[in-house]
């Protein structure tokens, strides 16, 4: 086997508490990646980490500006070298380890209808990668937990799907919600701290996209260097405007 194939898929999760449901949720998954092939995999949680407000300073977009006009608007993903943030806290651990990872989770409970501010508040600070393009090429997926079937899972699901995609990524399946009430209707379940592992929808649908992420890792790694063994180079197109094209 070549071990240059093998992928790294990174899981994050940001919710206020530790060892819960959505931390649950995304150990499984992971767990799922590993067994699908050569996967090695690693879960972060955003509580571990000091992660301060995006200060809308846009700094980070005019350091990209200033190198695309030195390299060229055509060059993809810009050659951002690091961590390009103004604020310096555990954002940038975070930023390497996603660079250095093929395929990202994220996993983030429902906090009225949407994602708590711990998970938007880390998102907002990759803005960087939003025009550096320097995740394009990994693939990703989003989890949710919610205490109710149809309670703002959807929309959580969607705006972490989005997001993942507005920062670059490859979202390769429609990820996964679950419950962590009877039948997600309210009734908490007591015999257990990860009552989420009851909702057999949810399990599925989570071991699906866990499965999905990997695969794809895999396939995207294998294929990108089928090219370049190959010789042949693929033209990446960014959003900015190319002068003379
Ligand atoms: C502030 C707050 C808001 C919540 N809003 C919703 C909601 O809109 N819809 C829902 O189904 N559950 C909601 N929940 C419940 C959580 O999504 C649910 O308990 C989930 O299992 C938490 O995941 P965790 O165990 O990983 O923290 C909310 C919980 C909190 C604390």
Sequence with gaps: M?????VTILGIVGTPIKQGNCQYLLEQALQ??????????ELVHLKDYRIEY??????CLRRVHKLQQKVGFDKIPVPVKGYNCSIKDDMEILHQKMLDADGIILAAPVYIASMPGQ?????????????????RGKVAAALTVGFFRNAGEDTTL??????????????VTFGASAVSTREGLGI????????????????????AAAGQ???????????????????????SRGWALVPGH
């Excluded at 070549?2 to 093998?6: G, K, T």
């Excluded at 995006?54 to 700094?59: F, L």
């Excluded at 508040?121 to 995740?135: A, G, K, N, P, S």
Aim: glycine share 8%; hydrophobic share 45%; with cysteine.
């Design 2 to 6: 070549n071990d240059d194939l093998n």
């Design 213 to 235: 992420v990997a695969q794809a890792a895999l396939q995207m790694k294998a294929g990108a260097r089928a090219l370049e063994e190959a010789g042949l180079r693929i033209k």
């Design 119 to 135: 998970m938007k508040t880390f998102i907002d600070r990759c803005r960087t990668f939003v025009h550096d393009y320097r995740l």
């Design 188 to 207: 908490p379940i007591r015999e257990t701290r990860f009552a989420v592992k009851e909702d057999l929808a949810g399990m599925i649908a989570m071991q």
């Design 32 to 41: 799922v990646a590993e067994s699908v092939g050569p996967v090695k995999t």
């Design 54 to 59: 995006c200060m809308g300073c846009e700094g």
């Design 158 to 171: 969607q705006a972490l799907t989005l997001s993942l995609l507005a920062i670059g990524l490859s979202v």
